[in-house]
């Protein structure tokens, strides 16, 4: 049984629900992360956890820390399309050049299992009716370029004692300890609420999305899974397609129905360049895995009027705590 866990960007978005949860199944947890985003929200006290506030890019620090542990999940990265207005080279590090020597040290170390988190976005832009794992990979941006060249490097050290899988995820939603609000769903919801007013950019593209919640379960059941029904494997973990319209309406509807008292939410439609749209089929992991998403938008929208009433999102346009990359343009990120 896999028992020691290693997540790198373990104190991010998913990571702050991820790894409570995981402590809470009785896993020991060790949190490898930078901390551009701080650690004060992760269950410090709990004594199952270790973090450990590295960079990844220094390999040296990751296989020192790595030894003993039983499974990595790789989360950590420069994350998403608009963190590549920042240098260049700080995503060219970390998402792509770091990769490989993790995956060797881990296997070096004796880590029985490495599950990596790549992105849907890697399909880029597709008519397809439903883009399965075997899709054509069109990158528009370096990030899901990046987030594509990994995948291969990962397989490449595949062995019978060191399980290898590729995740691609859709775009999460929903409430974490360490909010983004740099996601479309998260990103209709806060203008939603504390604006009065939800600004479509296009509107016709499709995304996949994901409530965090699911993705965390979906990890939990890729620790548990038999080698032989995920070696070398690569999933998506998706459930309701949308367009970037649909989105806005749904989560119209639902803010609407949280607040009552307010006046009605307008939306209005800007042009963007950001032209990525494709509908995402995760039929293969409900096949092998019998993985079923439970939550819906709506469930992710509901969550984050729940936090917002609650207090714990202050200052949400402003704050740059909750936007990826206006923070590391803040900390001057190298």
Same mark, same amino acid.
């Given at each position: 049984?896999?028992?020691?866990? $290693?997540?790198?960007?373990?104190? %991010?978005?998913?990571?702050? *629900?991820?790894?409570? !949860?995981?402590?809470?199944?009785?896993?020991?947890?060790?949190?490898?992360?930078?901390?551009?985003? %701080?650690? =004060?929200?992760?269950?410090?006290?709990?004594?199952?956890?270790?973090?450990?506030?590295?960079?990844?890019?220094?390999?040296?620090?990751?296989?020192?820390?790595?030894?003993?542990?039983?499974?990595?999940?790789?989360?950590?990265?420069?994350?998403?399309?608009?963190?590549?207005? $920042?240098?260049?080279?700080?995503?060219?590090?970390?998402?792509?050049?770091?990769?490989?020597?993790?995956?060797?040290?881990?296997?070096?170390? %004796? *880590?029985? &299992?490495?599950?990596?988190?790549?992105?849907?976005?890697?399909?880029?832009?597709? @008519?397809?009716?439903?883009?399965?794992?075997?899709? /054509?990979?069109? /990158?528009?941006?370096?990030?899901?370029?990046?987030?594509?060249?990994?995948? /291969?490097?990962?397989?490449?050290?595949?062995?019978?004692?060191?399980?290898?899988?590729?995740?691609?995820?859709?775009?999460?939603?929903?409430?974490?300890?360490? =909010?983004?609000?740099?996601?479309?769903?998260?990103? $209709?919801?806060?203008?939603?609420?504390?604006?009065?007013?939800?600004?479509?950019?296009?509107?016709?593209?499709? &995304?996949?999305?994901?409530?965090?919640?699911?993705?965390?379960?979906?990890?939990?059941?890729?620790?548990?899974?038999?080698?032989?029904?995920?070696?070398?494997?690569?999933?998506?973990?998706?459930?309701?397609?949308?367009?970037?319209?649909?989105?806005?309406?749904?989560?119209?509807?639902?803010?609407?129905? =949280?607040?009552?008292? &307010? =006046?009605?939410?307008?939306?209005?439609?800007?042009?963007?360049?950001?032209?990525?749209?494709?509908?995402?089929?995760?039929?293969?992991?409900?096949? *092998?895995?019998?993985?079923?998403?439970? &939550?819906?938008? %709506?469930?992710?929208?509901?969550?984050?009027?729940?936090?917002?009433?609650?207090?714990?999102?202050?200052?949400?346009?402003? @704050?740059?705590?909750?936007?990826?990359? !206006?923070?590391?343009?803040?900390?001057?990120?190298?």
């Amino acid at each position: 049984m896999l028992k020691k866990l $290693l997540i790198t960007g373990g104190a %991010g978005y998913v990571g702050n *629900v991820l790894t409570p !949860r995981l402590l809470a199944e009785g896993y020991e947890v060790t949190v490898y992360d930078i901390m551009y985003f %701080g650690k =004060q929200m992760l269950p410090l006290t709990h004594p199952g956890l270790k973090v450990i506030e590295a960079d990844i890019r220094d390999i040296d620090t990751f296989r020192k820390a790595v030894a003993g542990h039983d499974a990595v999940i790789h989360l950590a990265c420069i994350s998403n399309d608009s963190s590549f207005v $920042l240098d260049e080279r700080l995503s060219t590090t970390v998402n792509l050049e770091a990769f490989e020597p993790l995956v060797v040290a881990s296997k070096e170390a %004796g *880590v029985k &299992r490495f599950i990596y988190a790549s992105t849907s976005s890697v399909y880029g832009i597709s @008519d397809a009716p439903d883009v399965t794992e075997d899709h /054509p990979l069109v /990158p528009l941006t370096l990030y899901n370029k990046y987030k594509g060249m990994c995948e /291969p490097l990962l397989r490449k050290h595949m062995a019978d004692d060191f399980t290898c899988v590729t995740l691609r995820p859709a775009t999460i939603c929903g409430y974490s300890p360490r =909010q983004r609000l740099d996601l479309s769903v998260n990103i $209709l919801t806060n203008h939603a609420v504390n604006r009065g007013v939800i600004e479509v950019f296009g509107g016709t593209q499709k &995304r996949p999305n994901l409530h965090i919640d699911d993705m965390v379960a979906a990890y939990l059941l890729f620790l548990r899974a038999a080698h032989e029904n995920i070696h070398g494997e690569t999933f998506n973990i998706g459930a309701q397609n949308r367009t970037i319209m649909e989105i806005a309406e749904l989560v119209k509807n639902v803010v609407e129905a =949280q607040y009552r008292e &307010r =006046q009605p939410i307008g939306i209005r439609v800007v042009s963007t360049d950001d032209n990525r749209s494709y509908h995402v089929n995760s039929d293969k992991v409900r096949r *092998v895995l019998g993985f079923v998403p439970y &939550r819906t938008i %709506g469930t992710a929208v509901r969550d984050l009027c729940d936090a917002f009433k609650a207090g714990k999102l202050p200052n949400s346009m402003d @704050d740059d705590r909750y936007y990826n990359v !206006r923070t590391m343009k803040a900390l001057n990120a190298k």
